[in-house]
Nanobody, 123 residues
Framework: QVQLVESGGGLVQAGGSLRLSCAASGRTFSSYAMGWFRQAPGREREFVGAISWGGGSTDYEDSVKGRFTISRDNAENTVYLQMNSLRPEDTAVYYC????????????????WGKGTLVTVSS
């Protein structure tokens, strides 16, 4: 069993940066690939990015490539989402997810999900 708790959301102006954190409980954190999703009002939850269990591989949705970076610290059971050059269209609730592989996460078949943290980007 893995429990995920996101933090770091808030209000930021366009062009600014935020770093989200996802703290995981459980001793098996390092065996999971981790991912981030987001859901804007009235829209479906969409994939943002994911990182392999060892951190050696990452995958990003096209609109965030070059702006967002996922990293993880297995010693701290934490995964991060560094968001730079934020745009109003990045406004959403951001969710952390844990799954067996990046591909599984991208297909929204993650095993565990957090409850989300709200990011609001003002223009």
């Amino acid at each position: 069993q893995v429990q995920l708790v996101e933090s770091g959301g808030g209000l930021v102006q366009a062009g600014g940066s935020l770093r989200l954190s996802c703290a995981a409980s459980g001793r098996t954190f390092s065996s999971y690939a981790m991912g981030w999703f987001r859901q804007a009002p009235g829209r479906e939850r969409e994939f943002v990015g994911a990182i392999s269990w060892g951190g050696g591989s990452t995958d990003y949705e096209d609109s965030v490539k070059g702006r967002f970076t996922i990293s993880r610290d297995n010693a701290e059971n934490t995964v991060y989402l560094q968001m730079n050059s934020l745009r109003p269209e990045d406004t959403a609730v951001y969710y952390c997810a844990a799954g067996t592989t990046i591909a599984v996460i991208r297909l929204r078949r993650a095993t565990y999900w957090g409850k989300g943290t709200l990011v609001t980007v003002s223009s």
